[in-house]
């Protein structure tokens, strides 16, 4: 016979994969959004550069 398991086991009972999971996620994307704002700055500078520098038109004029 089967061992009968207790009723705070089922479902609701402790942390399910899924929701570690999909805490995981939210971790790793909020670290990922601050990450961006925090280079969003020196991204936008160096688009400027690369801008003034002739972008794509400057072909194989800038190493």
Do not use: C, D, N, Q
Not at 20 to 30: C, F, N, S, T, W
């Amino acid at each position: 016979m089967r061992a009968r398991r207790p009723a705070a086991v089922g479902r609701r009972g402790g942390t399910s994969g899924r929701r570690v999971l999909k805490a995981e996620a939210a971790v790793i994307g909020g670290l990922a959004v601050a990450l961006l704002l925090w280079e969003l700055p020196s991204l936008r500078r160096e688009a400027r550069i690369w801008r003034m520098a002739g972008g794509f038109r400057a072909g194989h004029r800038y190493p």
